[in-house]
Each structure stands twice: as C-alpha cells, then as structure tokens.
C-alpha cells in the first residue's frame, strides 16, 4: 500500500513539474495550432479547440532552411526536421510576415507529451 501510494504522489509530481516546465519554455509562443496538412515547404495550421457554431481560417505557414523544428516529448523528441512533421500532431509555432504578406515559420515545437502519430 506504501508503494502505491509513493507511486501515486511521484505520477503528481511528475505532472505538475512537465507542466511547469511546458509553461516556462514555451511562455512566449505565437499560438497553439495542429498540423492539418504539410505541403512541399508549407505547413497548413488549424486550432485545437473547435466550437460548433464559430468558423474557423486556416493558416498557411512556409518552412525555410532558417525555420527551427524541435519536439517536447518521448516520441516529438525525434523531431528535428519539416520531414518529421505529420498531419494531426499539436504543435506552436513562432512566425513573422515578409514583405509579400506570406508567413515565414521561425520555429515549430511539437508538443504531444505522447505523439501517436
């Protein structure tokens, strides 16, 4: 019964320190978004939370050569590159417009503490 109840306070602790640390890491994103699709050299972003009756655009996002890629997670650590970006995996991503009002991706952090996808 001890060891159970050590376990259970150790899964807690757990929890409350990942989230401490995902807040204080990634403080400063842009926005939370899922990979709703990945072309050639662009990400497709739509939002995590869907209401019923609200409609929602989706954001194009260009990968360049500059653009960071990076994941947070057992599985997302692998992720170093725009190949290992997959459709339906959360991500945050840092961008800025150019002058030909196209959205250039700074950086892309996935984030699933548990990627299946």
Known sequence: MKFLKSTIQL??????????IDFI???NFDEKKKIEEVREDTLV???LKVEPNASYMLLEVKVTDETKVSG???KALFVDSFEGLKKGQKVRVWYSTNANNEN???KVVVYHLFNFH
Request: net charge neutral; proline share 5%.
């Open 11 to 20: 899964i807690i602790v757990v929890i409350v320190v990942w989230i401490a």
């Open 25 to 27: 890491r990634y403080g």
């Open 45 to 47: 972003l739509g939002v």
């Open 72 to 74: 947070f997670g057992p």
């Open 104 to 106: 250039i991706a700074e």
